[in-house]
């Protein structure tokens, strides 16, 4: 029998009061890798001197990140020590595509192949002096990827491009997905394949990444990651106020918030991965994907300033900011149709990146700009005006 409840939703919160502190702070690599990783926090980068909040236009956010954190076609992560990460050279790929760049995403994609992509296709997570440092794929990253370059061979009219994301999604679908009674999901990673209940990272749910897949290899596999994905996101966003950085879901259908990939760490919580949830579905073309996205308003508009982490239920876990939890706010609000709200919280989000600027916040504020306000990556945004 199918099991739908949802239990462990605030296990081991601690809820403190946010301070008013706007401070965009350092991430963990840890938050958003696979499991056992060493890699530590960097300090909070000082705000930059007479920093303004830049303009919000998708093509210039997405040049100034090319700018910023690229270099010779690899995205440093200055501020987690000069490393690079699988996810952040997605990121750059998409950066480019935004930015209508071509020579900078075959640098950025030559860059991936040359240092990261491994044997059987799949990119190595992390890379640091000189050489991979954690051969663990992670499947945002891959499927962010694969989605940038099928989006860059018709953005660009090449297609070499397109079948390098075709091959990619193939992979993706062959190795790092998994049929439960919720219907097909997407794994994490490869590690999350080798036991049950399956490890589960809500927030890489991607409905136009799999719209964009599903037409570029005429795979059904990627509808059926459409279905499967939507019952657990339903799921979790009727059952709580907030979605979680991490559960599992098990092959009845059961899913439990978890406070970390394997259990452990963090207590469960709102945090770094989490409110990708929200600006992956609010660029859906799909209403109920939509509708998704809009139902965590009430619980996040509680407070105008919003704290970067929160228990499930919206009680605040840390004292400060991060432009990182305004764009899903801002997500969020444009899906309810507040369109004012949105662009508030966008700007606020700019604000932050640009007096602290952070590689992970710099690049969600350009992201999240674009995916609220055109098409460029493949979704159904415009702007919030």
């Not at 920093?51 to 440093?76: H, K, M, N, Y």
């Not at 030559?110 to 499947?139: H, K």
Request: net charge negative.
């Amino acid at each position: 029998m199918r099991r739908s409840a949802l239990v462990g939703i605030a296990a081991g919160a601690v809820v403190v009061t946010a301070g008013t502190a706007a401070l965009a702070i350092g991430l963990s690599s840890s938050d958003h890798g696979p499991p056992a990783s060493d890699t530590e926090a960097t300090s909070t980068p000082l705000p930059a001197d007479g920093a303004e909040a830049p303009e919000l236009d998708a093509a210039e956010l997405a040049t100034s990140f090319l700018d910023e954190w690229v270099e010779d076609g690899r995205v440093v992560r200055h501020d987690e020590g000069g490393d690079t990460v699988s996810e952040g050279q997605a990121y750059g790929l998409f950066a480019a595509v935004i930015a209508d760049d071509e020579q900078r995403f075959d640098e950025i994609w030559a860059w991936t192949q040359d240092e990261l992509v491994r044997s059987d296709g799949l990119m190595a997570w992390r890379w640091d002096d000189g050489a991979i440092v954690d051969d663990e794929p992670a499947s945002d990253a891959d499927l962010d990827a694969a989605r940038a370059l099928v989006l860059a061979g018709d953005r660009f009219g090449r297609d070499d491009l397109r079948e390098d994301g075709v091959d990619l999604a193939t992979v993706i679908a062959d190795r790092m997905t998994v049929v439960t009674e919720r219907g097909r999901i997407l794994l994490p990673g490869l590690w999350a394949a080798e036991r049950e209940p399956y490890a589960y990272n809500p927030s890489y749910a991607s409905p136009v990444a799999y719209e964009v897949l599903r037409a570029a290899t005429g795979d059904p596999r990627w509808d059926e990651l459409q279905a499967g994905s939507a019952s657990v996101t339903d799921e979790i966003l009727t059952a709580t106020d907030l979605p979680p950085d991490w559960a599992q879901v098990h092959v009845d259908g059961l899913i439990e918030p978890m406070p970390g990939p394997l259990g452990e760490g963090d207590p469960v919580q709102y945090a770094f991965d989490a409110p990708r949830l929200m600006l992956r579905y609010a660029e859906s073309c799909t209403a109920s994907d939509v509708a998704l996205a809009a139902l965590p308003l009430t619980t996040l508009d509680r407070e105008s300033e919003l704290s970067s982490r929160l228990d499930l239920g919206g009680g605040s876990l840390a004292s400060e900011e991060s432009a990182f939890g305004y764009t899903a706010r801002a997500a969020s609000a444009y899906a309810s149709g507040d369109d004012v709200a949105a662009t508030l919280d966008l700007e606020k989000a700019a604000q932050l990146s640009a007096e602290y600027p952070t590689y992970y916040g710099n690049a969600w504020v350009m992201l999240s700009t674009a995916m609220l306000s055109d098409d460029s990556l493949g979704g159904c945004g415009k702007r919030a005006a």
